[in-house]
């Protein structure tokens, strides 16, 4: 989201987080499961407030040698990340 973050990767269920100005991934919220050929990713992302709207999501993978697949960052789905509710008043 918002350009590359680099090389740094972080491991589902540790203690990591990974940040950019737009959202942060939380690795103890997160989790992986891998079934034959078939992997199933679960990411904790809190956004930033004036990150609010819809998003368009990119994928790309990487084989175990380094090598990326030929349809690197093709559209995957899309999300809304909702505006932050404005704090209520009481009187």
Same mark, same amino acid.
């Given at each position: 989201? $918002? @350009? %590359?973050? $680099?090389?740094?990767? &972080? %491991?589902?269920? +540790?203690?990591?987080?990974? !940040?950019?100005?737009?959202?942060?991934?939380?690795?103890? @919220? +997160?989790? *992986?499961?891998?079934? $034959?050929? %078939? &992997? %199933?990713?679960?990411? *904790?992302?809190?956004?930033?407030? #004036?990150?609010? @709207?819809? #998003?368009?999501?990119? /994928?790309? +993978? *990487?084989?175990?040698? $380094?090598?990326?697949?030929?349809?690197? /960052?093709?559209?995957? @789905?899309?999300?809304?990340?909702?505006?932050?509710? +404005?704090? !209520?008043? !009481?009187?």
């Amino acid at each position: 989201m $918002g @350009g %590359t973050w $680099g090389y740094r990767s &972080i %491991t589902a269920g +540790s203690s990591s987080i990974l !940040s950019n100005s737009q959202c942060t991934v939380v690795a103890s @919220g +997160s989790s *992986e499961h891998i079934s $034959g050929n %078939t &992997i %199933t990713v679960s990411l *904790e992302v809190r956004f930033q407030a #004036k990150f609010a @709207g819809t #998003k368009q999501l990119y /994928l790309g +993978s *990487e084989d175990v040698n $380094g090598n990326w697949s030929a349809d690197y /960052l093709q559209p995957f @789905g899309s999300f809304t990340v909702a505006a932050p509710a +404005s704090p !209520s008043t !009481s009187r």
